[in-house]
């Protein structure tokens, strides 16, 4: 049991970054109806505008940059960490002025829609950042390992694993504490009646759009260290997400965080005993579970079955 | 404007002008292709994603269902051709024949639990069986040869009877992938045309009522989902011949998105010839465009989105307008279309 326990750990860290991914994913797909396949390349631009902010090694021979790469790294991953995704929700709310034709149509053409955004950015990446695979530097404080109880832990991991928890519990506060969220909520359940109310729901539909395209920016930003930053890293990232969401239910907020920790031990505990199928195991608790409750573990009829 | 459900169901027999056209087009490609500056292998390469494309169109414009891991099928194929010469023997159709089975098989068992889903849903978990295809093919390196797939793959002879034609020659080769072509394409114009075909397109346009009428829904879709997993098949088995290779590239998400957006910007949920007209555009937008750009893929996607907003009914449906009579009193025509 004791050889267990750090797999656990290590699996549960896992699982509460998961759910920062995911987090945003779900809350568009309540609200908006909307299977955004860029959600992964919205993760991965907060990512590259990250490293922008903290700045090249070329960047160094301009004056100003001279001055910027000559501040402490903690106070440029700070601003990254700010930066990243609030550009990234920009860009989200860019996409969601695109996907404004497709709304009332099959969910089918908001999916085709941001697949084809995902390739636009992607290819964007690639021209701007080149294809190579770059890494976010971190700050020297939350670098390296630790010991705990007799385990090594990485830092960094510990680091990512309760920000992602503080993040997590904030949407909460938000979403249940706040008038906002409820009319968030409210969206979610019924959209032409918070219309109805005489709230702006394009104006709901664009904030919460570059919010859930800011969350994951913000994802992006804190996994990217562990993952490493490649063009194509969207791709490996929204697919985690949406079998989280699925397995959890879509649109369920809870859902989405307990099938996150689940994904998050699967992955940890397979790779611990057969590290070559850690990934697999997502998709086998996926089939398993869908296989008995078709809508997700806490999920509610939705149009998107339709 | 065309709605989604246009596609005409004729019946009788598949000798129609387009198909004359299409035949014509692909029994002559190779005389054409080079002096127009084009390369002999091309033809080859667009044949076999026509094949693909229209397999794919059964189920996704006929039957109206969202397959976003098809290229699981066409990578079973070609695994499953691959394979077949190097541990089994050299032969053509026992390679063909096996990249058949395995993805109808493979299909069918997908299918399985793909078939009582519906919309969005059954669109996520087609991503996931997808996903888990092109994951295993990584991973059993002892049978696919992980990332690097299978290499040498033997492009077997043709014979038929005491006849043998050696396709190593790409022009050989090419006519052969036609023939086969040709078959599948007939095949499919019957199917689709049938009885079958109506009843996946009453499922698309409604799958309650559909049930209703007394149609066993469940059953026809698990056929329609094998039907195009086995074209697919075909398609992987000419492919791994093509390339003379197989590698779980063409099983990941990437791939199986392209094959939707070239059936849905040619057309695919409209009209018969949508996917080809599909597969041509994808092809000239990748060599002409790529020509030009390293970029291609960033002004291609840009136009797949531009298409998705506003012409999701695709060439196909672009043509449809334009060649219809145009009526002197706008309205008239509004009322016609309904």
Known sequence: MFDLLPHIINGLTLGLLFALIALGFTLIVGVMEVINLAHGSLFALGAYFALATIGADWFAETPFGAWWLGLPLTARYVLALAVGPVLAGVAGMLLELCLRPTYGKPALYGLLLTFGAALVVEEIIRLVWGTGEQNLPVPQSINGAVLLGGMIFSKYKLFAAAFSALAILVVWLFLERTPYGAIIKAGAHDSEMVRALGYDLSRLRLLVFGFGAALAGLAGVIMVPIWGLRPHVGIDVVIPAFLIIVIGGVGSFWGAVIAALMVGLAVGITGAYASAWATMSMYILLIAVVGFRSRGLLGRKSALET | ?338
């Open chain 2, 1 to 338: 404007m065309i709605t989604l459900s246009d596609i005409p169901a004729r019946g009788g027999s598949p000798l129609t002008p387009a198909m004359g056209l299409f035949a014509a087009l692909v029994v002559t490609a190779p005389f054409w292709l080079q002096p127009v500056g084009l390369y002999q292998y091309l033809g080859i390469e667009v044949a076999i994603w026509i094949l693909f494309a229209m397999g794919f169109n059964l189920l996704f414009g006929y039957a109206g269902l969202h397959s976003f891991g098809h290229g699981a099928y066409l990578g079973v194929g070609a695994y499953a051709f691959g394979l077949f010469q190097k541990q089994v023997e050299v032969s053509l159709w026992g390679g063909l024949g096996a990249a058949v089975l395995a993805a109808t098989a493979a299909g069918a068992v997908v299918g399985l639990f793909l078939s009582h889903r519906r919309g969005i849903y059954y669109a996520l978990m087609t991503i996931a069986f997808g996903q888990v295809f092109w994951f295993s093919a990584i991973k059993l390196r002892w049978i696919t040869g992980g990332e690097d797939g299978l290499l040498g793959i033997p492009r077997p002879d043709l014979v038929l009877g005491g006849w043998r034609v050696d396709l190593d020659d790409n022009r050989a080769f090419y006519f052969f992938v036609a023939t086969i072509l040709m078959a599948a394409v007939v095949l499919m114009w019957l199917l689709v045309n049938g009885p079958f075909g109506r009843v996946l397109q009453a499922i698309r346009q409604n799958e309650m009522r559909a049930r209703f009428i007394g149609y066993d829904v469940w059953r026809y879709k698990w056929a329609a989902f094998t039907l195009s997993a086995a074209f697919a098949g075909l398609a992987g088995g000419l492919f791994a011949m093509a390339q003379q290779s197989a590698y779980p590239d063409v099983m990941a998400l990437h791939q199986s998105g392209l094959i939707v957006m070239m059936v849905l910007v040619g057309g695919g949920l409209v009209s018969f010839w949508g996917p080809v007209l599909g597969v041509l555009l994808y092809f000239v937008a990748r060599d002409v465009l790529g020509g030009l750009t390293e970029a291609w893929l960033l002004w291609y996607g840009l136009m797949f989105m531009v298409m998705v907003v506003l012409r999701p009914e695709g060439l196909a449906g672009l043509i449809h307008i334009l060649s219809r009579p145009r009526a002197a009193d706008p309205a008239a025509a509004r009322a016609k279309e309904v």
